[in-house]
Every structure is written in structure tokens, then in C-alpha cells.
């Protein structure tokens, strides 16, 4: 896709001047190394011991670039400027400034930027680190954004692909013991509860009694279970979740409260504490079911909450309006000029440092390197690892 800020990198291939005899040797030396290199990598993952894989499931909080490579619409891309600015210097399909929560637990884990699944030249051998299926817009239900994204049933089915080729690689007995050391992370949700508002003729009902709104949110919860249990029999064991931000206070839906001048959608908030206290729930429960289950609940909503209700705390100067957008809040979802929404044009802060959110929906990326600090030390709730201790257990 055009954008106005890109980088190309071009490889270049030397001239082969040399006899015949010498090319066919370096050709052949060539050859063997690209068959050698995923079993050679296998067998480092096999002695490297310290370092954990990661998996990553989820939505446009941690798509690293999936949805690059699918046919949806720059409603869900991020691959134009001035996304990727401020660390890539170019649009790598995530939605912020820069780095992701995921980015920095790689980091803190010592292993490389976990790679995209769909990320063409991604060879087989990077899936020893992990890999993410994380789609923007994505959600548990198959219906949220249908058709658009890579909803979590289809990032299970390319988890399954992973995994027996993990299988084939490794043996049974080594890849058993790299799937149960390694973290699986998700981040889902968001996008199931926040499509009733954003889409004019949405499948989706979401009727005004609490009943319609629980039996809801049970079907969020159950899809989602049915993926984590499905990872569980598959060999996972440890698991990463984010909970679900307080919804009604993302500038694209405060936009959308007309009865209260710059206040919260409560309609959407009220869903994400339906959640939340359901996700408490069923990871209580798995965790006394399922022999082996463990898991870290990071409080997405609370740390998001302070930070927007007090942002001078953690350094920032804007809690409620995003860096990036038009209107009000620039809760218009118009960053970069290249959405199909009621306007093109898009205002851009000078310094997203000062920012708790980058566009009407995301964070930046000072925000999101925060939240991975919280993430990995510290225990937000009763009954969960912080991932650090999750990964060294």
C-alpha cells in the first residue's frame, strides 16, 4: 500500500565472475545450508534452555502484522504512515507509534521480535521463538468483523499448523517439553463488544437487559475457552491474558456519547466489566480443573484506567484525546488519511510521548512499554503469576 513515509530495502547480489566449477560448488554449499538451517535451529531451541517460546494470540493490540497480508480494508491496517513512527521509522501493521506489549515481553523472555505467521521469508525455524496470530479487529465470536480479519478459531488453526510441524521437526518427547514451557498470550474481546456500536446494520443485538448482556458475554467467554482448552490438551500450559479496558472511554466511542459532553459510552464499559469478572471466573475454575494450568491476568482495565484519570502520574500530559485522529478527543478514525470514515484529514501531535492514546483506539508505544514492565513483575490479581514468574516456573 502507498504511503508517504516508507523504506525499501533492496538486496543486492554480487556479479558471479567466477568459472563454472566454482559456481556450481557455492550453489551446492547454498542449497545445503537453507535444508540445514530449520533442523540446525531446532536443535538450538532443543539445548537453549532459558529462553520460553511464545505464542500469541489475539487483536490489533498485538497484531505485529498479520493482517498486511489478508484482503480487509485499511479499517483494519496500520501498515501506512505515521503509524510505526517513532521506533520503526516505517509502517510495520502495528497499531501504534511504535513497539507493542508483546514486543517487549519478547524482550524481557530474550527472544527476537516474535514474527507475523502470515509474514512472507517467515521460515519455519523462527517458529522455535513462537509465533503471532494476532489479527486487528479480530474477536472470540466468528461473526465480530467477519470476513475481515482472522478471528481467534482461525488463529487456532494455524497454531494446530505450528504445532505439528514443531511435532515433525523436534520428535514427540522435545516438542512436548518446548510447548509446555512456552507462554501462550492473548488479547481478545475488545472487538466483539465494541462492532454493535461501530456498524450500522450489525448482526450482532446486543438488547438493553443485563439477561442479553450476560448470555453475551458467555458466549465471548465460551469461545474463548474453548480455544485456551483446546491449546491445554495440545500441550500448553502456561497462559498470558490482558482483561479488557474500560471500552466506553476510547476516544472513537466517547465520540459516540451524545447525552454526556466528553463522557464515557457506559453501555460499552458496562460489557467490559461483564467480562472481566467472567474471565476471573473461568481462569479460577481451569486453574483447579486442568492439572498443570497456570496463568497471568494482567488488569488492562485498571492500569489503562489510571493512566487516562491521572496521567501526569505516569508522565504523560493527555489522558483522554489521541495523538492522532480528527474531531473531538480525535476520536474520528482517520490517522493517516486512508480510511473509509467521514473524513480523510487527520491532526498528528507533535511528541505521542505525551499521549496515553495514539489513535482513537490504541495506545502508544511509551504506554504499551509501561504496561509490559506491570506485566512482567508485577501480580495485578489474587490467583495469577506475573509472566516473569510464569515463564521461570
Same mark, same amino acid.
Given at each position: ?237 502456561? %497462559? /498470558? =491474558? ?6 466506553? &472511554?476510547?476516544? $472513537? ?8 459532553? !466528553? ?50 502520574? %505516569? /508522565? =504523560? ?6 495523538? &492522532?485522529?480528527? $474531531? ?8 493517516? !488519511? ?56
Amino acid at each position: 500500500m502507498q504511503n508517504n513515509k516508507s523504506m525499501m530495502v533492496v538486496k543486492k547480489s554480487a556479479a558471479m565472475a567466477n568459472p563454472f566449477s566454482s559456481f556450481q560448488f557455492l550453489y551446492t554449499m547454498l542449497l545445503l545450508l537453507v535444508i540445514q538451517a530449520p533442523a540446525s535451529e531446532c536443535r538450538k531451541a532443543q539445548k537453549r534452555g532459558g529462553a520460553a517460546a511464545l505464542f500469541i494470540f489475539g487483536d490489533s493490540y498485538f497484531d505485529a502484522g498479520n493482517n498486511n497480508y489478508i484482503n480487509t480494508t485499511t479499517l483494519d491496517q496500520a501498515n501506512f504512515w505515521p503509524y510505526g513512527e517513532t521506533y520503526f521509522n516505517f509502517p510495520t501493521g502495528r497499531f501504534s507509534n511504535g513497539r507493542l506489549i508483546s514486543d517487549f515481553i519478547a524482550e524481557y523472555a530474550k527472544v527476537p521480535l516474535i514474527a507475523p505467521f502470515l509474514q512472507p521469508g517467515n521460515q519455519e525455524y523462527m517458529m522455535t521463538n513462537g509465533v503471532n496470530f494476532a489479527s486487528a479487529g479480530a474477536g472470540a465470536l466468528d461473526e465480530t468483523f467477519q470476513g475481515e480479519v482472522i478471528n481467534l478459531n482461525k488463529q487456532l488453526l494455524y497454531y494446530t499448523k505450528v504445532e505439528a510441524w514443531l511435532r515433525h521437526k523436534l520428535g514427540n518427547v522435545e516438542s512436548k517439553r518446548v510447548l509446555s514451557r512456552a507462554v501462550y498470550l492473548f488479547s481478545i474481546g475488545t472487538n466483539d463488544y465494541i462492532s454493535p456500536f461501530l456498524i450500522t446494520n450489525s448482526t450482532i443485538m446486543l438488547a438493553s437487559s443485563s439477561r442479553s448482556r450476560s448470555q453475551y458475554v458467555d458466549m465471548v467467554i465460551g469461545n474463548l475457552t474453548t480455544v485456551v482448552k483446546a491449546i491445554y490438551e495440545r500441550g500448553g500450559r502456561k %497462559f /498470558g =491474558f490482558l482483561n479488557l479496558g474500560d471500552l466506553g &472511554c476510547l476516544p $472513537g466511542l466517547r465520540i459516540l456519547q451524545s447525552k454526556t459532553k !466528553g463522557g464515557c459510552l457506559e453501555e460499552a464499559s458496562t460489557l467490559a466489566t461483564l467480562h472481566n469478572r467472567a474471565l476471573h471466573k473461568i481462569l479460577t475454575e481451569m486453574k483447579d480443573q486442568l492439572q498443570g494450568f497456570k496463568y497471568s491476568l494482567y488488569d488492562f482495565n485498571s492500569a489503562l484506567r489510571h493512566r487516562m484519570t491521572h496521567p501526569s502520574r %505516569f /508522565g =504523560f500530559e493527555e489522558g483522554r484525546a489521541a495523538c &492522532c485522529g480528527a $474531531g473531538e478527543f480525535k476520536g474520528i478514525y482517520s490517522c493517516g !488519511g486512508k480510511r473509509p470514515v467521514i473524513m480523510k484529514d487527520f491532526e498528528l501531535c507533535e511528541d505521542p510521548q505525551k499521549y496515553v492514546f495514539w489513535d482513537s483506539y490504541h495506545l502508544t508505544e511509551r504506554v504499551y512499554r509501561q504496561m509490559a514492565a506491570e506485566m512482567w513483575s508485577r501480580s495485578w490479581i489474587e490467583g495469577s503469576y506475573n509472566l516473569k514468574a510464569l515463564l521461570q516456573n
